[in-house]
């Protein structure tokens, strides 16, 4: 009788020791290698910059010939019936239509020039890139109070690889400082704390998981 107490004891330590050992993994897949990203991020003065593959639309008002609407080149540059080579890339929509009011001053008597940006890619420093286990990983044009939920919408989620909870977030902004970020609570448990926000030229790197 008193063996087979010993051997329920024994039994009952290293069931313990197992449920002990699954949880481990389950705590482990919080990233503690980087502090937490800060839930506010945007910038209350942020103006877009145009890049490369964007479209300008340019009006020159009392001019509507030489109003068209434009690609920004690979080059970052657009041309203009009378404007070439100008560069836009880098600059936001106001700094550009200055610059082409300066460039048909010699033509147009007082010129007014208006840009509208009607498609947006923007230029690399200012993407969103999203690198590991997303269902798309892509770069996306940054948006004002754009979150990381945001973002995962338009990567389509994890994959069933993804170790979601060790995903960090490497911000250009602050010389490259990386931020732990929780995408499994956010995504598979609806816990809205664990969204943040993003700022311009961010790069999420979302980590495969150990099975």
Request: glycine fraction near 8%; aromatic fraction near 8%; include cysteine.
């Amino acid at each position: 009788m008193k063996s087979f107490f010993i051997t329920i004891k024994t039994a009952s330590h290293w069931a313990a020791l197992g449920v002990l050992a699954g949880l481990l993994p389950a705590c482990a897949s919080f990233s503690t290698a980087y502090p937490p990203a800060p839930a506010a991020a945007a910038a209350a003065d942020y103006n877009y910059i145009v890049g490369p593959g964007d479209t300008l639309n340019i009006i020159v008002w009392r001019n509507p010939e030489l109003s068209l609407s434009v690609p920004v080149r690979p080059d970052g540059k657009v041309s203009t019936p009378l404007v070439d080579e100008l560069v836009a890339q880098g600059k936001t929509s106001v700094e550009i239509a200055r610059d082409v009011e300066k460039a048909l001053s010699n033509l147009v008597r007082d010129p007014v020039v208006t840009i509208i940006v009607t498609s947006f890619v923007g230029p690399y420093s200012e993407q969103i890139r999203v690198v590991g286990e997303a269902a798309k990983p892509q770069a996306l044009p940054y948006k004002q109070n754009m979150t990381v939920l945001d973002v995962m919408i338009a990567v389509g989620g994890l994959t069933d690889f993804a170790d979601g909870n060790a995903a960090s977030i490497t911000r250009a902004s602050e010389g490259d400082k990386r931020y732990s970020v929780r995408l499994k609570d956010l995504i598979k448990r609806g816990d809205i704390s664990a969204n943040v926000e993003m700022k311009p030229g961010d790069i999420l790197i979302i980590p495969q998981g150990w099975f």
